[in-house]
């Protein structure tokens, strides 16, 4: 899986395609009203069509409050948070 810090490591690579007129001419006019390049907004649009960036609501991290079950402070909650997130260290 990719994420968004390691995909601008890797060397860059020439892609050539055609389009249509009516989908250039709905490009350039994205490009312009944006102040972009047409090179810019393709790169968005492919990282926009295959990076995943959305949550998972049924994380427990949205359900689990407190953080644990004891009563009293929890001392150890920042070193051992995906035990008490997940039920096991990471």
């Known amino acids: 899986m990719f994420s968004m810090a390691s995909y601008k490591q890797d060397a860059m690579k020439v892609v050539q395609t055609q389009l249509f007129e009516t989908e250039y001419s709905l490009l350039e006019a994205y490009t ?3 102040h972009t390049t ?6 968005e ?3 926009k069509l295959t990076l995943r960036d959305d949550v998972d609501p049924d994380s427990p991290i949205f359900k689990i409050f407190p953080l644990t079950r004891k009563k ?3 001392t150890d909650a920042s070193e051992k948070h995906d035990f008490y997130l997940y039920g096991r260290d990471k």
């Open 32 to 34: 312009r009203a944006h």
């Open 38 to 43: 047409i090179k810019e907004t393709v790169r």
């Open 45 to 47: 649009a492919i990282r």
């Open 72 to 74: 009293g402070k929890v």
